[in-house]
C-alpha cells in the first residue's frame, strides 16, 4: 500500500520557498536602493544643517557692516593719522615736525643738521598710505637719541626705520682737542595718512 504525501506538509514546504524567495529578491534588489535612500537621507540632513548654518551667518553680515563702518569711521577720527590729505603736504608736515623737534635740543646749529630730506614712493603699500621721507642728519650722539625718543612719542604716530649711523670725530683747529662726538645718521622717517588704500592702487 502507497502512502500519499501530507498536503499539508507540502504547504509549508512551498510557503517556505516562497519566503526565502522573497527574502532573496530583497536582498539582491530592495536593499541596494533601501541603502541609498539612506545614504541620500543623510546627506539631505547635511546639507540642511549647512544651509541653516550658512543662512545664520548670512543674516549677521549686516550687523558686521555696521561695525566695519563703525570701526573705520572711528579710525577716520584717529590722532594717529596725519592731518594732511596729500603726499606732498603730508611730506611738508613731516619736515616741518623733525625741525621742529631737533631745534627743541640744540643751542647750536652745528649740532644736529639736517643734511636732507627726500620723500620716497612707498613700495610696499599697506592698509594706510604712507609717507615716506629719507632722512641725513649730522648730529650729537646725546642730541640724536633725544630726537629719537621725541620722534616715537610724537603725535600723529611717526615711525623710524632702516636706521643707520656712523661715527666721526673732529679736531678743533687751534688745540687739536676732540670735539663732541658726531654721527652721521640715515633713516626712514613716515606717518600715515588717512586715506585707506586701493586694492588696485597697491598692485602698482
Known amino acids: 500500500m502507497q502512502l500519499l504525501p501530507d498536503p499539508d506538509k507540502g504547504k509549508w514546504y512551498a510557503l517556505g520557498l516562497l519566503l526565502l524567495l522573497l527574502l532573496a529578491i530583497y536582498f539582491?534588489?530592495?536593499?541596494?536602493?533601501?541603502?541609498?535612500?539612506?545614504?541620500?537621507?543623510?546627506?539631505?540632513?547635511?546639507?540642511?544643517?549647512?544651509r541653516q548654518k550658512y543662512a545664520a551667518l548670512a543674516a549677521g553680515i549686516p550687523e558686521l557692516k555696521k561695525r566695519l563702518r563703525a570701526v573705520r569711521q572711528q579710525a577716520g577720527q584717529s590722532d594717529h593719522f596725519l592731518k594732511a590729505d596729500s603726499a606732498n603736504l603730508a611730506a611738508a608736515e613731516l619736515i616741518r615736525t623733525l625741525k621742529e623737534i631737533v631745534s627743541q635740543h640744540v643751542t647750536q646749529a652745528q649740532d644736529c643738521l639736517i643734511?636732507?630730506?627726500?620723500?620716497?614712493?612707498?613700495?610696499?603699500?599697506?592698509?594706510?598710505?604712507?609717507?615716506?621721507?629719507?632722512?641725513?642728519?649730522?648730529?650729537?650722539?646725546?642730541?640724536?637719541?633725544?630726537?629719537?625718543?621725541?620722534?616715537?612719542?610724537?603725535?600723529?604716530?611717526?615711525?623710524v626705520d632702516e636706521l643707520r649711523i656712523e661715527q666721526r670725530y673732529t679736531r678743533s683747529a687751534r688745540r687739536n682737542k676732540p670735539q663732541p662726538r658726531m654721527l652721521e645718521v640715515r633713516f626712514d622717517l613716515y606717518a600715515y595718512l588717512n586715506k585707506p588704500v586701493k586694492k588696485n592702487d597697491a598692485k602698482k
Not at 539582491?28 to 549647512?50: D, I, K, P, W, Y
Not at 632722512?135 to 642730541?143: E, K, M, T
Open 28 to 50: 539582491l534588489v530592495f536593499q541596494g536602493f533601501v541603502e541609498r535612500h539612506r545614504a541620500l537621507n543623510e546627506q539631505l540632513a547635511e546639507a540642511t544643517a549647512a
Open 115 to 159: 643734511l636732507s630730506n627726500q620723500l620716497t614712493r612707498d613700495r610696499e603699500p599697506e592698509q594706510f598710505e604712507r609717507v615716506i621721507l629719507k632722512v641725513r642728519l649730522r648730529c650729537r650722539y646725546d642730541i640724536l637719541v633725544q630726537v629719537l625718543n621725541d620722534l616715537e612719542q610724537h603725535q600723529p604716530d611717526l615711525f
